[in-house]
């Protein structure tokens, strides 16, 4: 059993940067893919980026590639999400999962395994 914690949300200018956190207690994440994803009033949950056991692969979305950058650091347990050039379209809860079950990199929300309680990124103009 996995528990995340997300940390780092806030109240931030168009072109701002944001970093959030995620820490993971009571086990390891070295073998879990993980997943920052976000959800808007109104909307979907949507990936936003993900990123192998290894580091070695991520996956942004369309509308985060170039902006966003997604990180691990499994001998602490955390991965980050730096986020760059914040538009107000990013406005968002965003949560941290943990996807326990596969090689590839999940795209879908539903093949996350462990969910954070989210953290409230609001991008003004």
């Known amino acids: 059993q996995v528990q995340l914690v997300e940390s780092g949300g806030g109240l931030v200018q168009a072109g701002g940067s944001l970093r959030l956190s995620c820490a993971a207690s009571?086990?390891?994440?070295?073998?879990?893919?993980m997943g920052w994803f976000r959800q808007a009033p109104g909307k979907e949950r949507e990936i936003a980026a993900a990123i192998s056991w290894s580091g070695s692969n991520a996956y942004y979305a369309g509308s985060a590639k170039g902006r966003f950058t997604i990180s691990r650091d499994n001998a602490k347990n955390t991965v980050y999400l730096q986020m760059n050039s914040l538009k107000p379209e990013d406005t968002a809860v965003y949560y941290c999962?943990?996807?326990?079950?596969?090689?590839?990199?999940?795209?879908?929300?539903?093949?996350?395994?462990?969910w954070g309680q989210g953290t409230q990124v609001t991008v003004s103009s």
């Open positions: 999962a943990a996807d326990d079950a596969g090689w590839t990199i999940a795209t879908m929300a539903r093949n996350y395994d462990y």
């Open positions: 009571g086990r390891t994440i070295r073998n879990y893919v």
